[in-house]
């Protein structure tokens, strides 16, 4: 019986895998947002002890909008699925501006003396590593690093005094750009990945759907060969065991030698037209080489008939020469091989946009030595020559008391 193939289940599979590394990136810009605003605030705490702020109120500010915008960003980024590119470049323009302006709020020797993350630091950090796992950019993460390090430097650039103050901004800076980068070549390696997975699942269920159409063509043809049994049965049991009986000498043949042989061509046609394998489709050329047997199945000669894949867009040339020529050899063996039975095979190519055909007329009959009895005018003419003449090639093997095989290839 067979088994359907159904690839929903396995592509949702691959779905579902995309759809996770997105939720691990937006868990990881979560937790990281939640951490570094944590941070920010155990040190707005000790910065408010110590005060260091010059201008409260436009701190406090500061503060609000970053912890209002980063709990918004939080409720989106668990809710949406992948998170809009709008609200990430909201949150680098919302931090920007932030970091801009917080250092004109607070004494700046406060802010060298105590904890820095009162600066946003740990923000633009959370916020470029956001946009490398969430953006799916890398244009994305650059233009925003450069717009985070720009307002980064726009802000701590006039209470930068030495040397030692301009080497700790390019460190936040190298740390802003590091970790993005970090991000960068994690996810997209995760997304790689996934890709190459997906690519893998799809291969593997096409070659699923594959085996399934070989199998289901597989029981078809077994079905096929077991009704063309049925079918041969029915006809041996019946009107070509008749028309064998009508045709032969015994008692049960015909009296009048005209119907005997036209019982033996009728004989000949049914037994070749119920063949023996599956691939036994009746064509234009299998009709003309059961065709080519009813001369000698008059004589007396029963021909048993295989085909398999015969092509049916045979030139018409290459038919009448393919059947002229197994005619003859079937004539040569009811005429010479001593013997009442022959084997008439046809089968093709397995190309089918190159059709190619192979025909073999095989009888166990006396035979005869070729080296001391070359070949006859028939097979000269009728069979080698016939063949040659539209592009085939027709051989013949015999040896005395092993019967005689000719055979019709095209094209040679």
């Not at 707005?44 to 912890?67: I, R, S, T």
Request: net charge neutral; charged share 20%; with cysteine.
């Amino acid at each position: 019986m067979t088994t359907e193939v159904d690839p929903e289940p396995v592509l949702t599979n691959v779905v579902d895998l995309h759809h996770r590394i997105r939720r691990v990136a937006s868990v990881v810009a979560v937790v990281s947002r939640l951490a570094t605003l944590a941070m920010v605030a155990l040190s707005v705490v000790a910065l408010v002890h110590a005060d260091g702020y010059v201008d409260g109120p436009l701190a406090a500010a500061v503060y609000v909008v970053v912890a209002g915008w980063g709990a918004v960003f939080i409720v989106v980024v668990l809710r949406r699925d992948p998170v809009p590119g709008w609200v990430l470049s909201a949150d680098v323009c919302v931090t920007a501006a932030c970091v801009a302006v917080l250092p004109s709020t607070a004494r700046t020797a406060a802010f060298e003396e105590q904890v820095a993350n009162a600066g946003l630091e740990p923000i633009t950090v959370a916020v470029a590593a956001a946009v490398s796992l969430l953006g799916v950019s890398v244009r994305r993460t650059a233009l925003s690093c450069s717009v985070l390090a720009a307002s980064y430097l726009a802000g701590y650039a006039p209470i930068t005094d030495d040397a030692a103050d301009a080497i700790s901004n390019v460190s936040v800076i190298g740390w802003q750009v590091g970790t993005a980068c970090c991000c960068q070549v994690f996810i997209g390696r995760l997304r790689a990945l996934a890709d190459v997975v997906d690519a893998a699942t799809r291969d593997v269920v096409a070659a699923r759907e594959r085996v399934a159409a070989r199998r289901a063509e597989g029981e078809l043809r077994v079905r096929h060969f077991h009704e063309q049994v049925r079918r041969f049965r029915a006809l041996h049991d019946g009107p070509l065991r008749i028309l064998t009986a009508m045709a032969g000498p015994g008692p049960a043949g015909h009296p009048d030698p005209a119907i005997r042989r036209q019982c033996a061509v009728s004989a000949n046609i049914l037994r070749g037209a119920a063949p023996d394998g599956t691939g036994g489709t009746l064509t234009d050329l299998s009709l003309a080489l059961i065709e080519a047997g009813n001369a000698s199945a008059a004589l007396g000669l029963r021909v048993t008939y295989h085909f398999a894949n015969l092509p049916d867009d045979l030139p018409g040339e290459v038919v009448a020469a393919l059947q002229a020529a197994g005619a003859e050899a079937l004539s040569n063996a009811a005429a010479h091989a001593g013997t009442g039975r022959a084997h008439l095979t046809g089968t093709g190519g397995g190309d089918p946009r190159r059709p190619s055909v192979a025909v073999a007329v095989v009888d166990q009959g006396k035979g005869f030595d070729p080296e001391h009895r070359p070949p006859g005018c028939g097979i000269r003419h009728s069979i080698i020559d016939r063949l040659a003449e539209v592009g085939g090639v027709a051989t013949v093997d015999s040896h005395p008391g092993q019967g005689t095989r000719v055979d019709l290839r095209w094209p040679a």
